[in-house]
């Protein structure tokens, strides 16, 4: 199960940290992700981490204002948001998959098999 926290309402150019906490499996096992939807619009893709943590990806709207990291001991991922935009506005959504390679991320949607249910991020003046 996944459970993301720390979604909320912040003015442009704010920050907002969201947390993603794992139960019920292997959560170092696996490799993790992060998406967003906006109303309206395709679910896209944000941030992925490795199942060790080495390796991350970001999509080109949030490289340079977005970090990605993970504390395995916690079984819990996390979104650094900083310098938020109004079109950071979108429900968040974590997921997870078993990964078999350590330092593998991945970034389609059909790629993960377990979601969270997603948090409110809200970015306006």
């Known amino acids: 199960q996944l459970v993301e926290s720390g979604g909320g309402s912040v003015q442009p150019g704010g920050s907002l940290r969201l947390a993603c906490a794992a139960s019920g499996g292997s959560f170092s096992s696996c490799a993790m992700g992060w998406f967003r939807q906006a109303p309206g619009n395709e679910r896209e893709f944000v941030s992925a981490i490795s199942r060790n943590g080495f390796s991350t990806r970001y999509g080109d709207s949030v490289k340079g204002r977005f970090t990605i990291s993970r504390d395995n001991a916690k079984n819990t991922m996390y979104l650094q948001m900083n310098n938020l935009k109004p079109e950071d506005t979108a429900v968040y959504y974590c997921?997870?998959?078993?990964?078999?390679?350590?330092?593998?991320?991945?970034?389609?949607?059909?790629?993960?098999?377990?979601w969270g249910q997603g948090t409110q991020v809200t970015v306006s003046s």
């Open positions: 997921a997870a998959t078993v990964s078999f390679t350590t330092g593998r991320t991945y970034e389609k949607l059909s790629d993960f098999p377990s």
